[in-house]
């Protein structure tokens, strides 16, 4: 049996721009996912912050819209809008994305291996063995120097190996809605609220096209708040004309992300924004650093923990700080009452608070604004 550089698991974003990386530098690299078609089990927001577009370089084709402004909507409707006069971020079509990065990743010359599910990864003195079923196959298995785990938040393979899982998983729910004539000129609207969406938020992404992606996570299950926000944003459309999609979302990585010639990496490490969810950039974040660690690895022909350990000093002096400062914003925010946030929603206004912010927004690095919001919004009003 041929002995591969790389094995990786799960044709995500985080996975296939991993291998990516890793066959441009010259490795044998395969990718093995159970998805029969690249995309096919796509569920996402879709949104990505022109930073990453321009950091990854990133393809244009599946975008089908940009934002430029977004709202926060109070649970009685006050708001708070930020506006700029270029895109933020971009909407994008996941599951075409995915192929696109898979196009990419081909292009490069990596094995597609689909419809192979992987259940097991036994370490061995020179390499892994993954082991995989397909259908009603017999199980086969790809023999590798190292493994890449980005199957997702499952957390499957990682429980097995005692690797890295999420410290809390939020339940997310979406669907792509008709909403008439919603333009892609209007703001994409986030919805804030323990009625709305407890321990987390609602949103709503204008697509274009009379469109729009309508979903919320909370902690709870989100099927109840669905029914009623669905109501709230697309007044008289029935919960069973629109296909509804769900997926859970970990957060806050607990354990190691690296073993013996084994790393984990994106939504699979845990890395994905505490603050909104969203799991594209620092999955890309997450792969480049792994490529970046495997990669020496190869030069020096060493595979240990103590080697591959560098990815763990990588991502959390990148963005660690991130991660905890979100989710212990998160958990704050989603303990408050209705009533305080309608408060806090006057505060702010009061006070001009976006204006304030503006040096500190950034779409995908929010600590800076959360920590300036946290004194601004808890210390005593400015007065002329």
């Known amino acids: 049996m041929v002995t591969r550089d790389a094995a990786v698991i799960g044709a995500g974003p985080a996975g296939l721009y991993a291998a990516y990386q890793l066959a441009s530098a010259g490795l044998d690299v395969a990718v093995l996912d159970a998805q029969e078609r690249i995309g096919e089990d796509a569920v996402c927001s879709g949104v990505i912050g022109e930073e990453a577009f321009r950091r990854f370089g ?29 895109p933020v971020a971009r909407v994008v079509d996941k599951a075409e994305f ?4 898979a196009a990419q990743a081909r292009g490069a010359g990596v094995e597609l291996g689909l419809g192979r599910f992987v259940e097991g990864i036994q370490q061995e003195k020179d390499g892994v063995s ?3 079923r397909s259908g009603l196959r017999p199980g086969g298995r790809v023999k590798a120097r ?11 393979l990682n429980r097995k190996l005692g690797m890295v899982k999420p410290r809390e998983v939020l339940r997310a729910i979406q669907a792509d809605v008709p909403l008439g004539t919603d333009g892609a000129a209007n703001p994409t609207e986030i919805y804030v609220g323990r009625s709305v969406a407890p321990g987390a938020f609602g949103w709503k992404i204008p697509l274009g096209r009379g469109q ?12 109840p708040y669905f029914g009623a926000f669905l109501e709230r944003v697309a007044p008289g459309l029935e919960l069973s004309q629109v296909k509804v999609r769900q997926k859970p979302i970990g957060q806050m990585p607990v354990g190691a992300c690296v073993a013996e010639r084994i790393v984990a990496i994106g939504e699979a490490a845990a890395h994905v924004k505490t603050s909104t969810g969203g799991g594209i950039f620092f999955g890309l974040l997450s792969a480049e650093m792994a490529a970046r660690v495997l990669l020496q690895a190869f030069r020096q022909s060493e595979f240990g923990v103590r080697r591959l350990g560098e990815f763990e000093r990588y991502w959390r002096a990148a963005f660690g700080v991130e991660l905890w400062t979100g989710y212990l914003a998160r ?12 408060r806090a929603f006057d505060k702010a206004n009061g006070m001009d608070l976006i204006r304030r912010l503006n040096g500190s927004l950034k779409f995908d690095w929010h600590h800076e604004a959360i920590l300036a919001s946290f004194r601004s919004l808890c210390g005593p009003v400015a007065r002329a």
């Open 130 to 132: 993954v082991q995989f």
């Open 212 to 223: 729009a992606r309508v979903g919320l996570m909370c902690v709870e299950d989100p099927r």
């Open 146 to 156: 190292v493994a890449v785990i980005a199957s997702g938040v499952g957390g499957a």
């Open 58 to 86: 990133l393809p244009t084709g599946p975008v089908l819209n940009c934002i430029c402004s977004i709202r926060a909507i109070s649970p009685r409707g006050k708001t708070l809008e930020y506006r700029s006069p270029t």
């Open 98 to 101: 995915n192929r696109a990065l």
């Open 331 to 342: 958990k704050l925010a989603g303990q408050l009452p209705d009533i305080l946030i309608e």
